[in-house]
């Protein structure tokens, strides 16, 4: 699935099934807490902390929660995601070309 046919199929499971979008302010909002579950997750099974009794570590679905709260913001704002990651892409490449390689705390 590309970013466009993700982004339509948002679009149409919202106008099918979730009567309209969450105001920009809520889906942020919400963004937020998914990135934050998400961090609770990294944490726990890259970082020092310990599951809790009958947590598990689903981390796919929490970045695909992250992707799909994206992908609403995306919608609602206008924002074409494959041309703002090409172009984001472009960007990078431009600006950073060989400064990683270049950084001597990655080598």
Not at 66 to 76: G, S, T, Y
Request: net charge neutral; aromatic share 6%; glycine share 6%.
């Amino acid at each position: 699935m590309t970013l466009d046919e993700a982004q339509q199929q948002v679009d149409q499971w919202i106008k099918t099934y979730g009567v309209r979008y969450f105001s920009e302010l809520t889906n942020m909002a919400i963004l937020t807490e998914e990135v934050g579950e998400l961090a609770r997750l990294m944490a726990r099974k890259y970082g020092d902390q310990s599951f809790k009794k009958g947590e598990t570590a689903d981390l796919a679905d929490e970045m695909a929660d992250v992707l799909w709260v994206l992908l609403c913001l995306a919608n609602q704002t206008g924002v074409n995601l494959t041309s703002a990651l090409t172009a984001n892409l472009a960007k990078k490449t431009t600006r950073d070309h060989g400064r990683h390689q270049q950084n001597p705390k990655l080598k």
